[in-house]
């Protein structure tokens, strides 16, 4: 069975693995800090914070920003649920900005439209949750030039963006966020088993997130309310209400032991995809993903708009494949539109393009362990079905 995305362990892996399991520590030990030094140098960024998972990240992350009941946060309703949630715990308000039909991504022109409205309503966003959809980077120096005139924060859910680049810049160097999140969930980039990591460049912020990772306690003197407790060895200070959202050293091993593929990783499936691009690209009935010539993707998704013929013409598609041993895939139902969000308050027929991509959008397998006959197989497969 061949399914949209898979991971690629190596031995190397898992010797990196099992000498973490035969060492002294198997949580908050040295590959923790090994694998966040590694992860700030491939970013270019100061600082990274492993978490327990991106979601996690991106709660601690809306945290350290200092979102909370009053505030409004906006994001992509073409993405994993997570990117909206991590507002939600905080107790904030969500609301969606539209996509971009070519790009999947956030439309900056929708923004600044919806910024201008909010304004005059006086609802600012204080931050918006921005999603490099499959991998493809959004228009961050358009995003920032807007984040700076209206004055919210950036969050980058990077989960799909591990070795994409933007202008130049790894993402995850943060030139044009306050933070950018990943994720390490077998399905991604690079796996850690489950895992998250958030990068910036800011001291303030790398304090926050460590505290919110691990129940607001910190064991750094330098950071102590209570002074006269300095000199106490085994003195340790909760300042805030934080969580248990820490890394294991295990999961840290298997992610600094994955991040050294992390080039060979990208280059594979922007190799597939270019194949895939090339055997799709004449057909009037679909359409790829544009990825601006300022960046690069990382591929973590191929998705692509297909003009059905009605909704029963995409579930035959997806039967077609299945019964061909291939298990094609959505990414994603506007979020706006589950039971959950409508609860909130939110109807279809409100992100008019994110709902347009949903209808068409077809997900195709792509992993750096498929080869170039599975490309050719998968698209002959693609083009007699909508033939
Ligand atoms: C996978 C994913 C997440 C959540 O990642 P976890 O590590 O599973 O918590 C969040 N946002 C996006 C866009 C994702 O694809």
Redesign the pocket.
């Known amino acids: 069975m061949i399914n949209y995305g898979k991971q690629s362990i190596s031995d190397n892996d898992i010797k990196r693995v099992i000498k973490t399991l035969k060492s002294d520590f198997l949580t908050q030990g040295p590959m923790v800090d090994r694998f966040e030094d590694s992860f700030a140098v491939t970013t270019k960024s100061k600082y990274a914070i492993t978490f327990n998972?991106?979601?996690?990240a991106?709660h601690a992350s809306c945290l350290a920003i200092g979102v909370g009941a009053e505030d409004v946060v906006w994001t992509s309703s073409i993405?994993?649920v997570?990117?909206a949630n991590c507002a939600v715990y905080c107790g904030a308000k969500v609301d969606f900005v539209d996509i971009d039909l070519a790009t999947y991504n956030i439309d900056p022109k929708a923004l600044e439209i919806k910024l201008e409205q909010a304004k005059k309503d006086s609802c600012l966003p204080k931050i918006l949750i921005v999603?490099h959809m499959c991998g493809n980077p959004c228009d961050m120096i358009e995003i920032s030039r807007l984040s700076k005139i209206y004055g919210f924060k950036i969050i980058e859910?990077a989960?799909?963006a591990a070795g994409a680049s933007y202008s130049g810049n790894p993402i995850g160097s943060c030139e044009h966020s306050d933070i950018a999140v990943f994720?390490?969930?077998p399905v991604?980039i690079v796996t850690s088993g489950?895992?998250?990591i958030a990068t910036t460049n800011c001291a303030k912020l790398k304090e926050k997130l460590r505290l919110f990772r691990s129940h607001g306690v910190t064991r750094n003197s330098n950071l102590f309310h209570c002074e006269e407790h300095s000199e106490q060895p085994w003195y340790y200070e909760q300042q805030s209400l934080g969580y248990n959202y820490r890394l294991s050293d295990i999961h840290s091993a298997l992610g600094f032991s994955q991040l050294k593929e992390l080039d060979s990783f990208v280059r594979k499936r922007n190799k597939l995809a270019e194949k895939y691009d090339n055997r799709l690209r004449e057909f009037s009935r679909i359409n790829l993903q544009k990825v601006s010539e300022r960046s690069t993707s990382s591929y973590h998704l191929y998705s692509i708009r297909i003009d059905f013929d009605g909704v029963r013409e995409k579930i035959e598609l997806f039967k077609n494949f299945r019964s061909n041993a291939i298990n094609l895939n959505v990414h994603y139902i506007p979020i706006h539109t589950q039971p959950f969000f409508r609860n909130m308050g939110f109807n279809e027929g409100e992100l008019p393009i994110s709902e347009a991509y949903y209808q068409q959008a077809v997900t195709l397998p792509l992993y750096p362990d498929l080869i170039e006959d599975d490309i050719d197989r998968i698209s002959d497969l693609l083009l007699e079905f909508l033939s």
């Open positions: 998972s991106a979601t996690s991106l993405s994993f997570a990117s999603v859910d989960s799909h994720s390490f969930h991604k489950e895992g998250g």
